[in-house]
């Protein structure tokens, strides 16, 4: 399984992005997909996820501003991000497992080890 991040950049609070997750390698039916984020001097924190079956879960820091969605035509993993903030600067990373999302994710918790596959990452800078 291959994943490549684009979409990051730099933008100014209150702004939008896009980023995308091309997908490659897959087998099987089931799968997790999930976004996580690493600010500067801090850990590696999930904020959403999607699978197979649709279900989608947010971290209470970006509900309601960020959108998770699988294209899956074009294999291809979204994060719509909207109403950018100064804390929403990191390192933005997708990631994969084969099997549907673990049900702690409804309760906002992510853990890098459900994860096996991994992007590069993309930056995303917000200013004010």
């Known amino acids: 399984v291959q994943l490549v991040e684009s979409g990051g950049g730099s933008v100014q609070a209150g702004g939008s992005l896009r980023l995308s997750c091309a997908a490659s390698?897959?087998?099987?039916?089931?799968?997790?997909m999930g976004w996580f984020r690493q600010a500067p001097g801090k850990g590696r924190e999930g904020i959403a996820s999607?699978?197979?079956?649709?279900?989608?879960n947010y971290a209470d820091s970006v509900e309601g501003r960020f959108t998770i969605s699988v294209d899956t035509a074009k294999n291809i993993l979204y994060l719509e991000m909207n109403s950018l903030k100064l804390e929403d600067t990191a390192m933005y990373y997708c990631?994969?497992?084969?099997?549907?999302?673990?049900?702690?994710?409804?309760?906002?918790?992510?853990?890098?080890?459900?994860?096996?596959?991994w992007g590069q990452g993309t930056q995303v800078t917000v200013s004010s």
């Open positions: 999607i699978d197979s079956d649709g279900s989608s």
């Open positions: 990631a994969a497992e084969l099997f549907l999302c673990p049900a702690m994710h409804a309760l906002g918790r992510w853990r890098e080890n459900d994860f096996p596959y």
């Open positions: 390698g897959f087998t099987g039916s089931n799968y997790c």
